[in-house]
């Protein structure tokens, strides 16, 4: 569902991000079984030693997953579009993207962490930004009403776009 708004600049959307349960289910068990080994050396009278360093590397884990990955959130305005996974930052300017196209990935990334199915978004200098957004078709369709100079790839397997005018040729590895 897209939610739009006016600020500074003009028109912005807020995309929310899709959230698959199943990597929920195993995000949070990783979790919770770290952190129950934790409490079981902290219940252990034999290791008093290891108190501290345990809860130490317990405190910096979910910290480190609280700041790389909560909240995501992807933002639409008529200049660029916006990322914010925990702590982290990106833009991607409309005027600089080359290549857009929906994939489905088992490499996880911190902008896209909660879901394998993504929206692949790359610009002029050849940075890649991947997005995991709610409804997926409907962001496709955002996104190509802010960047006319994309134009339909019919080479390519999946749903795909690119600049004609700048992008640059893209060459199979050749692993023999």
Request: hydrophobic residues 50%; without cysteine; charged residues 20%.
């Amino acid at each position: 569902m897209q939610v739009a708004d006016q600020r500074g600049s003009g028109a912005t959307g807020a995309w929310p991000v899709q959230v698959d349960a199943w990597v929920v289910a195993i995000l949070g068990a990783a979790l919770l079984g770290m952190v129950g080994s934790g409490v079981a050396v902290w219940l252990d009278p034999g290791a008093t030693a290891a108190r501290l360093p345990v809860l130490v590397m317990v405190l910096v884990v979910l910290g480190g997953a609280w700041g790389l990955l909560i909240p995501t959130r992807y933002e639409l305005t008529l200049d660029e579009l916006r990322v914010r996974a925990g702590l982290v930052r990106y833009r991607m300017t409309w005027a600089d993207l080359v290549r857009l196209e929906s994939t489905w990935s088992l490499v996880s990334n911190t902008t896209a962490a909660w879901t394998l199915r993504r929206v692949r978004l790359v610009d002029v200098r050849g940075r890649v930004l991947e997005v995991g957004p709610g409804d997926r078709q409907g962001f496709l369709a955002e996104v190509l009403a802010r960047a006319p100079q994309l134009v339909s790839d019919a080479t390519s397997s999946g749903p795909a776009w690119h600049d004609p005018a700048r992008e640059r040729p893209r060459h199979r590895r050749r692993w023999w």
